[in-house]
Structure formats: structure tokens, C-alpha cells
């Protein structure tokens, strides 16, 4: 039946029309901005996951901007302290070369000194951006290396690096040392060396309360071939109200004992307070070295007590330049670990990164071959709506034609 009143093909066609043209917008809505999900409406679960992992990249970006900055302080680092440790190298050639009684050792000082001055000047310029890894101003610094998410939240977490100190300032001497038998011994008592022959070689070396009293931080070390072991006085030392030397000796003794050179006895005696009794009765010589370091000292301050002008201090140059040797390959050494860490890290927020990246596009990305054959269908649908319509909207006319 025709009505007059109500065209139902009409209302059909239009009703089609919409629908399609709606279609349309939201097709050429992907096209335009390349996204499924450009919005809340479109999606609200998909689109809040996204925002989430969004925020995430962005912090990642912040991170990796850390890394980068901590990588390259600590590069600097790194080399300051490789640099270090090449001119201490040379020192320690020419300390030995000093050892031969032929030699000019005012000359071979002059150029020690010289060195030491390099050193200075190396230490004092490693920073990056104001920040020094290597002269002991820094104890820690924390370099940001990732956002953890939880079920309780997000937290950042940190690669701690460790300060070293290089410095060779603020040293002062304290006469802690002596000997009743062989040893040598420097003019301030602050470094001995002892030789001890084999099977059966004794000597002994005594601490003692210096000039300057013992403060917490002063520290005792004593090399024993390639193996150091030292004694740091503490707070609780100072207030016990027993003898600090004494203290110092046992924990030296202990330490000594812990290294466990081959054939090497340290013997204590309370009766004699503060020696320490060395007995070698192992196949080969061995050589005690010791020094003292207040706690104020740059962890390379002993240079400054370097002095080969002389036989005797040629001879104790040559303990202590290998124990300070020792901290500048370990501070290097530190370093590099750390840095390698840092780069690692570096690569794997690079990595991750690049994974949520492409997990956001998996989830709100448009797949634009498909959106663009849909495009072409409504486009041919709209079409053919548009006829129909006209089509449905030429039945009252003809209904017109019947009154003719």
C-alpha cells in the first residue's frame, strides 16, 4: 500500500544513509589520525591501557637521558683514574731504578715530583657537568635506571656508583713506627719495610701512639708481598679507653693472618704492647711494607712521602708506591664495571622502549590497507544509498500521476 503520508522507503534509505555516513566519518577519522582507538569513546579499556604504556615510553625517555648522563661522568672517571694509574706505573719504574746505588736519585726525584703534579692535575679535572668521581668529595651518586610497576604502584630504581678518591692532598704525618731490630724506617715514622729471608727470617715492627694523637679514619696498612691488609680506627676505639696502638696491632695481626701468605707468622705479645713479631718460614723472601694514613688523607696522599734521594727511602718508596698502585687499578677497575653496567642498562630501556612502542601500535594503530578498502566500499555504499533514496522520494510523485 501507498501512503501519501508516510514515505517507509524513504525513511529506510535515509536511515541507511546515516548509518553509512557514520561509517565514513569513523573511517576517515583512522585515516586522518592513524589510529583504531584515537579516544576514550572509541574504546575505553584499549585506550586506558595505552595512556598507561604511554606514560611509561615517556618516562623510559627520561631514563635513558640518565643513563646516558651517568655512562659519560663515569667515563670520565674511568679514564682519569686509567690515567692515574699509567703515571703511577711510571713512578714505580723509576722507584725501582732508584733502588741502584749508581744512579742520580736527586734527578729521578725531581721527576717523581713531577708526576705527582700530573697526577694533581688529572684528578682535579675529572668531572663531568661540576661532579667528581675521583678526588673523594663524592661518596655515592645514584644514576636512575628504571621504573618498576607494581601492584602497589611505580617506583624508581636507582645503580648506585661509588665515589673513589684519588686525591693526594691533606696528608700529615705521625710518627706510629718503630723498630727494635732490622727494618727500615722513614725520618717521620709514618712508613717501614721490612726483609724478611727465607726459612726462618724474623723481624719486628712496633705501632705506637704518635705525636698527633689517633683519631677515628686513621688508617694502618701493611703490604705483604701482593697481598694488603689494613686497620681503620673507629669511633668506638677512641671512646673504649684501651690503647689505640695496641688495638691497631691485634687488628692488623688478624688481618694478616686472614691473607694467608704462605709461611708468614705474626706473633703478639701483650707484654709488648704494640708489636708485632714477623717470622718467615716459607721458601722464599718476602718483604712488609707499612704505612700510615690520617683520616683526612686523599687515598693517593702517601705521595707526597715519596722521597728516593736516599737509599733508605728509595727503599720504602717502593712498598708504598705498589699499595697505592693498587687503589688506582681498583678505582679504575670499579668504574669500568660500573659503566658496563650502566651500558647494559642503557641497551635493555633502549630495547624495552621500542616494545611498548610497538605494543601501543599493536593495540591503537589503524591497519591502513584495510581501513582504506573499507573507505572504498562505504564510499560505493554511500552511492547507492543516495540513489535509493532518491529513488523512494519520487514514490509520492508518482502516486501524483494517478489524479491526472
Do not use: C, H
Request: hydrophobic share 40%; glycine share 10%; net charge negative.
Amino acid at each position: 500500500m501507498s501512503s501519501i503520508l508516510t514515505n517507509n522507503s524513504a525513511m529506510v534509505a535515509l536511515q541507511t544513509m546515516k548509518s553509512i555516513n557514520a561509517n565514513m566519518n569513523k573511517t576517515q577519522s583512522e585515516i586522518s589520525t592513524g589510529k583504531s582507538v584515537a579516544s576514550a569513546k572509541d574504546n575505553a579499556a584499549v585506550w586506558a591501557i595505552s595512556k598507561v604504556m604511554e606514560s611509561d615510553v615517556e618516562g623510559f625517555k627520561g631514563i635513558s637521558d640518565s643513563l646516558n648522563l651517568g655512562s659519560s661522568t663515569l667515563s670520565v672517571a674511568r679514564q682519569a683514574s686509567e690515567t692515574v694509574t699509567d703515571l703511577l706505573t711510571q713512578m714505580k719504574g723509576k722507584i725501582v731504578a732508584a733502588q741502584q746505588d749508581n744512579v742520580d736519585r736527586a734527578k729521578i726525584q725531581t721527576d717523581i715530583v713531577a708526576l705527582r703534579g700530573q697526577v694533581e692535575s688529572v684528578v682535579g679535572a675529572a668531572q663531568f657537568n661540576g661532579l667528581n668521581l675521583v678526588d673523594g668529595s663524592t661518596s655515592s651518586v645514584d644514576v636512575l635506571a628504571s621504573l618498576d610497576r607494581s601492584g602497589a604502584g611505580v617506583k624508581a630504581s636507582s645503580i648506585t656508583v661509588t665515589g673513589q678518591n684519588l686525591s693526594t692532598g691533606n696528608y700529615v704525618a705521625n710518627d706510629v713506627f718503630s723498630a727494635s731490630t732490622g727494618g727500615t724506617i722513614s725520618t717521620d715514622k709514618d712508613t717501614f719495610v721490612l726483609s724478611l729471608n727465607k726459612a726462618g727470617g724474623s723481624d719486628d715492627i712496633t705501632i705506637a701512639d704518635g705525636a698527633t694523637a689517633w683519631a677515628a679514619g686513621d688508617k694502618v696498612s701493611m703490604r705483604v708481598g701482593a697481598k694488603e691488609a689494613s686497620y681503620t680506627v673507629t669511633a668506638s676505639d677512641i671512646s673504649a679507653g684501651n690503647s689505640i696502638s695496641d688495638l691497631i696491632s691485634v687488628g692488623m695481626k688478624n688481618s694478616i693472618d686472614k691473607l694467608g701468605v704462605a709461611g708468614l707468622k705474626v706473633d703478639y705479645d701483650s707484654a709488648n704492647p704494640g708489636q708485632l713479631v714477623f717470622t718467615n718460614n716459607g721458601t722464599k723472601d718476602l718483604a712488609v711494607s707499612g704505612q700510615f694514613k690520617n683520616a683526612n688523607a686523599g687515598g693517593l696522599g702517601a705521595l707526597s712521602t715519596i722521597d728516593v734521594s736516599t737509599g733508605s727511602g728509595a727503599a720504602l718508596a717502593l712498598g708504598n708506591i705498589e699499595s697505592m698502585l693498587q687503589t688506582s687499578i681498583g678505582a679504575a677497575a670499579q668504574f669500568g664495571s660500573s659503566q658496563k653496567r650502566i651500558d647494559i642498562q642503557s641497551n635493555f630501556v633502549g630495547k624495552l622502549t621500542d616494545a611498548l612502542k610497538s605494543g601501543i601500535g599493536s593495540m591503537v594503530d589503524a591497519d591502513m590497507e584495510e581501513t582504506s578498502a573499507r573507505l572504498q566500499a562505504l564510499q560505493v555504499q554511500q552511492q547507492l544509498a543516495r540513489q535509493s533514496l532518491s529513488i523512494a522520494n519520487q514514490q509520492p510523485q508518482n502516486i501524483l500521476s494517478l489524479f491526472r
